[in-house]
């Protein structure tokens, strides 16, 4: 089993940056891919940006030029720096690891997300 622990969500107005970090432990395989989504009241949960192992980033077209993803595969961490903020970025902001075992079984963790709020 794989835990991750977010940790950086908060308040912030509209405009200003906010960073969130997630942190891996237990039993984890190489190869994975590290990313965030959110999920916004009464909507589907949706990609915000995923990297994987290499360091090759993916964004969803609404955050691009805003967000940046990157990871510490030694420490098991992917950052999430978050700039030029908008209400429509409010959200419960989830980590996930995700990937295949070199036996071929998928596997994808979740963490508990944490809220990201932007007042206009």
């Known amino acids: 089993q794989v835990q991750l622990v977010e940790s950086g969500g908060g308040l912030v107005q509209a405009g200003r940056s906010l960073t969130l970090s997630c942190t891996a432990s237990g039993r984890i395989f190489n190869n994975n891919t590290m990313g965030w989504y959110r999920q916004a009241p009464g909507k589907q949960r949706e990609l915000v940006a995923t990297?994987?192992?290499?360091?090759?980033?993916n964004y969803a077209d609404s955050v691009k030029g805003r967000f940046t993803i990157s990871r510490d595969n030694a420490k098991n961490t992917v950052t999430l720096q978050m700039t030029s903020l908008k209400p429509e970025d409010t959200a419960v902001y989830y980590c996930n690891m995700g990937g295949t075992t070199v036996i071929g079984i998928n596997y994808n963790y979740w963490g508990q997300g944490t809220q990201v709020t932007v007042s206009s």
């Open positions: 990297i994987n192992g290499g360091g090759r980033s």
